[in-house]
Nanobody, 127 residues
């Protein structure tokens, strides 16, 4: 599976951005898809994930502000980010979980669980 993320940019606090990730490969629907982010000097952290059945999982910092969705026919996953804060500034990465596995808390949404990473897309939120 190859992943190509897009949609990052510069936005003011309170604004919105929509990230998109296009996947290649015929087994897209068999993978749980997700987004991670990494801010300078910090570890990569889970942001949001959507499992094969469409159920979603969110990291606490983004609950109520971010929405993850997928389109299996187009093989894309999106992250709608609203009410952005300066602390959301990071490089955002699209990712798949190991084939057939789902995202869940606690313990099932870690960078070590990722099978494939996309290249990052940078999001900067100014105050």
């Amino acid at each position: 599976v190859q992943l190509q993320a897009s949609g990052g940019g510069l936005v003011q606090a309170g604004g919105s951005l929509r990230l998109s990730c296009a996947a290649s490969g015929r087994t897209f629907s068999s993978y749980a898809m997700g987004w991670f982010r990494q801010a300078p000097g910090k570890e990569r952290e889970f942001v949001a994930g959507i499992n094969r059945g469409g159920d979603t999982v969110y990291g606490d910092p983004v609950k109520g502000r971010f929405t993850v969705s997928r389109d299996n026919a187009k093989m894309t996953v999106a992250l709608q980010m609203n009410s952005l804060k300066p602390e959301d500034t990071a490089v955002y990465y699209c990712a798949t979980k190991t084939y057939g596995r789902s995202w869940y808390f606690p313990g099932g949404a870690r960078a070590n669980d990722v099978a494939y990473w996309g290249q990052g897309t940078e999001v900067t939120v100014s105050s």
